[in-house]
Nanobody, 126 residues
Framework: QVQLVEAGGGLVQAGGSLRLSCAFS????????MGWFRQAPGKEREFVAA????????YYRDSVKGRFTISRDNAKNTVYLAMSSLNPEDTAVYYC???????????????????WGQGTQVTVSS
């Protein structure tokens, strides 16, 4: 059974930075694409970023392009989300998710991800 554990959330001022991590265990990490999603209070969970199993293909929602970077270390079974120039609209619970299979393009829809972490809170103050 795959387990995902996020870490790195917290309170940061607008313009600041955070790096989230997600530790993967239970299966062969390099067979999974990984994604980050977020859910703000009163809103639906939304896609943030995804990375292919090999780490050489990434993409992002438009509002975070140029500010967030998703990466992975297959030797450490960990995926990261580096966030900079944070603004209050980035406040949310951030979830990592795993999608089995070596897709050419990693999935961006929640329904395509089989495993989810418990989430980590990111709060950006103005």
């Amino acid at each position: 059974q795959v387990q995902l554990v996020e870490a790195g959330g917290g309170l940061v001022q607008a313009g600041g930075s955070l790096r989230l991590s997600c530790a993967f265990s239970g299966r062969a990490f390099n067979f999974y694409a990984m994604g980050w999603f977020r859910q703000a209070p009163g809103k639906e969970r939304e896609f943030v970023a995804a990375i292919r199993w090999s780490g050489d293909y990434t993409y992002y929602r438009d509002s975070v392009k140029g500010r967030f970077t998703i990466s992975r270390d297959n030797a450490k079974n960990t995926v990261y989300l580096a966030m900079s120039s944070l603004n209050p609209e980035d406040t949310a619970v951030y979830y990592c998710a795993a999608d089995y299979g070596r897709r050419t393009v990693p999935a961006r829809f929640q329904s395509e991800y089989e495993y989810w972490g418990q989430g980590t809170q990111v709060t950006v103050s103005s």
